[in-house]
């Protein structure tokens, strides 16, 4: 793998830790400021938000900019929200530096996955894009917990400090290692925005959202799951999500490594294990060691689905896939809010807390079903003289591609 992956992997690995090391500090930030929890909790809510409509935005305006220095320029707006937030005045102001670092995150690993592709050889795409995704997964295994650890010792504007610093190394790592790819000749927003009239694009986001928001209606709701129903203490939690972060580096590999060789195959395993595994968490949280072990399935099946399906929307949207791999990327925190939002719906009804786990299950099951469907559409598209809707001849590729 060339090193210019490990300077995109230095990149997400920032990005993953400042996304979620805030979940940790709420409680610091919240006293510093004066605000209760609940307010502090849009910075959680700001940054998703910023990654969704950002993503796009982003990527739109970089269409004229050659991709390294694209990633360049989106490290720099990382660093300066960083870098705001860590210096904020007041709670105003940092969610205004979690917003300009959250416009960096869609449109870095949307572009990111497309320069990644192109560093390798064409059977060897997925592993790339794992191994860009890797310093995402890391980060919850050492970021977010390190950065929780000295936000409480040191204070929570050291670890925000800390997290532009690595901005700033992800940033040269780039400019060093990183080569120059100009932009694809004769390609233009109308281009890309074509992507978004193929069936298999939109599916394969549809099974981004449904997918990775069957994780995280479980995983958003652990803490009071852990502690009320498995019996945790509560400052088992940390360890409990480092689990987690340990199965996310592992599935996220291992997705990476057979994606490249059966994707779909890939897909029907990892989203039928998920969903299997979601329900079954329903009864093992009532089990330490079993709830344990359920925790890290998750993060494993769930990140296995992340290489396959961003390589599945590069593929789909071939010539042009830089805004549509950044929307996917929009896609997995939709998915997250999606969750997030029907999990404590149907605690707020009563049905208790481990009451998500099977709004997770029933959300990965449904990704599933998308996923035969896609490979119906795909095999019945391969039949002669048979075109999906909005997909381009193979004819038409090959000779673009020369």
């Known amino acids: ?84 937030s ?50 995402l997964t890391v980060a919850n295994v050492v970021g977010v917990p390190l950065g929780t650890l000295v936000g409480q010792s040191v204070g929570w504007r050291v670890t925000f400090g800390i997290v532009a610093a690595l901005g700033v190394v992800g940033l040269a790592g780039i400019a060093r290692l990183v080569p120059d790819l100009p932009r694809p000749q004769g390609v233009h927003l109308r281009h890309e925005l074509a992507a978004f009239k193929n069936v298999q694009v939109l599916l394969a986001m ?18 009071p799951m852990m502690t009320r129903v498995a019996g945790f203490a509560d400052g088992s939690v940390t360890w409990l999500l480092v689990l987690f972060g340990l199965g996310m580096v ?18 029907y395993v990892s989203l039928g294990a998920l969903a299997v595994v979601l329900a ?16 890290a399935l ?47 719906l149907v605690i707020a009804a009563g049905f208790g807390y481990t009451a998500p786990n099977w709004v997770g299950a029933v959300l990965a099951a449904s990704a599933l079903v998308l996923a035969f469907v896609s490979a119906a559409l795909e095999r019945r598209g391969s039949a002669p003289g048979t075109v999906v809707a909005g997909s381009v001849p193979a004819e038409r590729r090959t000779a673009a591609h020369h």
Do not use: C
């Open 86 to 135: 860590a210096l904020a005045p007041a709670f105003a102001v940092m969610l205004i530096g979690r917003v300009v670092a959250s416009l960096a995150h869609g449109a870095f690993f949307g572009i990111g996955s497309v320069v990644a592709a192109g560093l390798v050889a064409p059977d060897k795409k997925a592993g790339a894009i794992a191994m860009m995704f890797t310093g």
């Open 280 to 295: 079954l968490f329903t009864l093992s949280a009532h089990n330490r060691v079993a709830a344990a072990v359920t925790i």
């Open 1 to 84: 793998m060339p090193l210019a992956l490990l300077a995109l992997a230095i990149g997400a690995f920032g990005i993953g830790t400042t996304e979620f090391v805030i979940m940790g500090l709420l409680p610091e930030v919240a006293s510093e400021y004066g605000v209760s929890i609940p307010t502090a909790g849009f910075l959680v809510t700001g940054y998703a938000l910023g990654v969704m409509f950002g993503a796009p935005l982003m990527t739109v305006l970089g269409t004229k900019i050659p991709r390294k220095r694209m990633l360049m320029l989106l490290m720099g707006l990382f660093i300066a929200g960083n870098l705001l």
């Open 206 to 223: 549809a099974m981004t959202v449904l997918g990775f928001g069957g994780v995280f209606a479980a995983i958003t709701y652990i803490a």
């Open 250 to 267: 592992a599935g996220n590999l291992v997705g990476g490594r057979f994606a490249d060789r059966a994707l779909m195959p890939l897909l």
């Open 298 to 344: 998750i993060g494993a099946l769930g990140f296995a689905t992340v290489p396959p399906l961003q390589k599945r929307v590069l593929d789909q949207a071939h010539g042009a896939p830089t805004l549509a791999s950044a929307v996917n990327i929009g896609a997995f925190n939709l998915g997250n809010a999606l969750s997030a939002w029907l999990g404590g």
